[in-house]
């Protein structure tokens, strides 16, 4: 459904692009993506949405260029995005009214808003967190609301940015099984390698501007005990 076509991209006072000539396509139910930090992997995800505009080259959603305002709405109510820090996307003073924010903007009732965020709330384990102030929650807390505020509006394609950072391992397995349990696109980015392994099925590395498909055994589930115990850690390949 998104494409991006031979999309260059430069921050200001950059000496080269971060992405350069870069093609990619949401070809595959659960799609991972890694690479060194600064390399462009956010970047990639809010040229996705609209969020940045390419140097040249084109955004397209459902094989339709997005030249207009019009058509990035209508991108925007199908892709849904989880920043890296959740405090970028929590701006209400209850969890409830957060999760009902989406749905009352895209026309829905008052009360069909707040059924819809109920029903969210429970299928992500959140019931009781209806009232509970937004700033107070914990780090991964706050994660699974922003999540809760994005699945509210329905999308048909999930972008998550780091979602694994800063989470206990209880809260990590709990995401790992929401997002098992969606029926919808993903995109994931993430430095840990365990939880792409969980919860994707294609890899692909974004180095020197440039997206690159990884083979297929690269991504796969790893069982061993050592000190890291359940907390996202590096192999070096032999």
Request: glycine letters at 8%; one cysteine or more; hydrophobic letters at 40%.
């Amino acid at each position: 459904m998104i494409e991006l076509r031979n999309i260059s991209y430069s921050f200001a006072q950059a000496k080269s692009p971060v992405l350069h000539n870069l093609s990619f396509a949401i070809e595959d139910k659960r799609i991972g993506i890694i690479g060194p930090n600064g390399c462009g992997k956010t970047t990639l995800l809010h040229l996705m949405v609209g969020l940045l505009t390419p140097d040249t080259g084109e955004l397209l959603f459902d094989g339709k260029t997005i030249s207009t305002k019009d058509d990035l709405r209508a991108l925007r109510k199908e892709v849904g995005f989880l920043f890296q820090s959740s405090d970028d996307q929590l701006f209400s003073p209850t969890v409830i009214e957060d999760v009902a924010f989406g749905p009352l903007n895209l026309g829905f009732s008052a009360k069909e808003a707040k059924e819809i965020a109920l029903k969210t709330l429970e299928e992500l384990g959140l019931s009781g967190f209806e009232e509970r102030i937004t700033h107070r929650l914990s780090g991964g807390e706050k994660k699974l609301v922003a999540l809760a505020t994005i699945l509210a509006m329905r999308p048909k394609i999930l972008l998550l940015d780091e979602p694994t950072n800063n989470l206990d391992p209880k809260t990590r397995s709990h995401l790992i099984e929401i997002l098992q349990g969606l029926d919808l696109n993903q995109v994931i980015i993430s430095h840990d390698w365990d939880f792409l392994s969980h919860t994707t099925s294609i890899l692909y590395k974004i180095d020197h501007g440039h997206i690159h498909r990884c083979e297929e055994d690269h991504v796969h589930v790893h069982r061993h005990l050592h000190k890291a115990g359940d907390h996202p850690h590096h192999h070096d390949p032999l």
